[in-house]
């Protein structure tokens, strides 16, 4: 089935927030951020600013009704800086005035006096300085210590990767409309909507059934969006708190890009021991992760690093730890992977320099240490693996030594120009690592005329969610799809949502939907037996017809919802899901966090050009494990996407931030994404299909996150390009590998 979105938005008629009509005398608004990365606000001076033309009013912190607080895993952040800053990009006082342009203009009016104090941008001094959001935690499975001994081959190093811009196309924004008796319905371009309405409770001092969150779609959220579009919504809450007035704030790019948290770098040591049968016998990681000035997502996305610090791997000595260090930066948050991502990225450079010490492929210490099922993960949980099929399918499909030979000639027969080719196998749970987090609802109400509609706490992002919520449906009922509607997301008819996040949405809110309409359909199936006068058990209904004993009656799916209605039975339903058999202890750090995982291996060729530094990315070459997938143009398109993000953050998106602690990095002039030129010329993906039970949506497994990580095989592939010019040169482990840094490898002493 096609993405439902697909007509929309081909015409350009599919809805974001700017193309909510707005309310007569709606006003809009604009942040006056922190220039100064941490200090001691001596003055703030806003009078000329007000009396600029257009301005309504300006806000600061004295303004809050509630709490001046919006942390969600510790309470931490300021809405808007009180006495303190503590970052660049720190939001202090908010302008609202009758234009955009009024509000902007009014911002440059905006004085401000900061004494200030010492930055911090590096998770290492902000560690050494004691400065910790949480206490830091390990993750351990046998005892490295006694093992080192055992080794015949033991290798130490450090890694570095830089954060990432989410550049999701639709910036930041929010629209408040002050409903009545101060009641208020919030237009979000959010993921989390439960977040916002929760939030906006807290700062207006509100109980949340005030708050009335809605999200039609938004243009990419990449996890950009998890916890960060808060700030917007209730800012312009706040504002339309005070003047019972709509106000909508849809930020510049340039704003989004400075006040926005991003993918959090890591700094990160790691210890390899290894058998000379290549059997990884020990691991030792340490992660300074860069949290930035507040927690927000951060120890969620650092336990996810302990969680993935083993890759795919099986490795029976396993100690990992992890420190949340606190920058002056702005606070960073999820990214597509949450902190899986630079958990793999170390393992895959310890494996390497192992590699690289005993002259040889890191794909043979890859193969040889692939997670096989029974295996145990560093967390407890026990692996039902995939890791070797996923491999092996590759290897049929792609003949892994063929193409390592095509490098190799073309390499020996080339000066100017080397091939690179890396493997990257990958494992990823899913379930949101915090247990509880694991829940959804769906409400399906079926109408007299035989039509459906679904509300579910998921949120379309891009992802292609709300055409699997309606798969889901037509599936169950058995009707054209054509007869459903999917509607937006509102916290009004699903309450207590999660984000939509950690790649489960469809699994958590599509079995919701599925257990809504199964319990109607049961309802209908009673009713036509009863008309029919026959055995529950005889009803079947296929195609929008009723069978009984598996021949067709002259009742359609209209009229037998009609003869319902008329008995008085309920066509409406609200389900609750939560997957089964997940747990977690933190006191131990063990348990079984996930409801599965996803595999899979994906082979990566580049071409660099050796006189000036610059590449290509011939072929990603993938075996993806789909289980069974649902939608195969969606899931595909998944992994198209995922791996262009990945060999993004690999290769050439390169933040910068000075030693003040401010953004240079700040525009798409200085920000280098992946287009259409720096794509791989071929991605091939194949799919792994299983049968095997698992706990995915029609056992169709999740796929939003798991193949960014195919895009680290490029990181790689281009290092092996290198040292095939120059096989002496020494390479640390500091991605991006962006084009001045491979032709510094390529030339080191020049
Ligand atoms: N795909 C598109 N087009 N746009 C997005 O914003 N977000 C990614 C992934 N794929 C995203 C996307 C992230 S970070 C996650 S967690 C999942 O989609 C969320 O959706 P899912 O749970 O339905 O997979
Ligand atoms: N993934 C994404 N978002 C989250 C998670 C997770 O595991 N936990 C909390 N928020
Ligand atoms: Mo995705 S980083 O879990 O929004």
Known sequence: MKNIDSYTHLRGESVYLDDIPMTNGTLFCAVFDSPIAHGKIKLLDTAEATTMAGVVRIFTAADIPGENQIGGIIPDEELLANTHVHFCGMPIALVVATSDEAARAAIKKIKVEIDPLPIITDPREAKGKGELIIPPRTFQLGDTTNAWSKCDYILEGQTETNGQEHLYIETQGAYAVPQENGAFRIYSSTQGPTAVQRTVARVLNLPMNQVEVDTTRLGGGFGGKEDQATT??????????????????????????????????????????????????????????????????????????????????????????????????????????????????????????????????????????????????????????????????????????????????????????????????????????????NQARSLVHVYTDGSVAVSTGAVEMGQGVNTKMLQVAASVFSIDPSKIKINTTNTYRIANTSPSAASATADLNGIATEIACTTILQRLKEVAAEELKTELSSVEIKNERIYIDGKATDWDWNKLVMAAYVKRISLSELAHYTPPGIHFDATKEKGHPFAYHVYGTSITTVTVDCIRGIYEVDAVKVVHDFGKSMNTMIDIGQCEGGIVQGIGWMTMEEIIYDKEGKLRSNALSTYKVPDIYSVPKEITIQSLTTEKNNLAIFRSKAVGEPPLMYGIGAYFALRNAVKAFNPTTVIPFDAPMTPEKVLMSLYPNT
Request: glycine share 6%.
């Open 232 to 437: 917007w919504a209730v800012l312009c809450a706040l504002a339309s708190y005070h003047l019972k007035k709509p106000v909508k704030y849809s930020l510049h790019r340039m704003e989004d890009m400075r006040m926005t948290g991003k993918r959090h770098p890591y700094s990160s040591d790691f210890k390899i021991g290894l058998s000379k049968e290549l059997k990884i016998l020990a691991y030792e990681a340490t992660f300074y992760q860069n949290a930035g000035a507040a927690a927000d997502l951060s120890p969620a996305v650092m336990e996810r690093t302990l969680f993935h610090c083993n890759n795919t791997y099986f490795i029976p000595n396993v100690k990992a730890t992890a420190f949340c260090c606190r920058t002056n930066l702005p606070p960073n948050t999820a990214f597509r992977g949450f902190g899986g991502p630079q958990g793999m990225f170390v393992i895959e450079a310890a494996i390497t320099k192992a590699a690289d010490a005993l002259n040889i492929p890191a794909s043979e210490i890859q193969q040889k240490n692939l997670l096989q099922t029974g295996d145990e993960f560093p967390y407890g949980q026990i692996a039902d693996s995939e890791a070797n099929e996923c491999w092996n399918k590759a290897d049929e499909q792609f003949n892994i030594k063929e193409l390592q030979k095509g490098v190799d000639e073309f390499n020996a027969s080339n000066k100017n120009h080397k091939k690179g080719l890396a493997i990257m196998p990958i494992c990823f749970g899913i379930s949101f690592t915090k247990t509880l987090m």
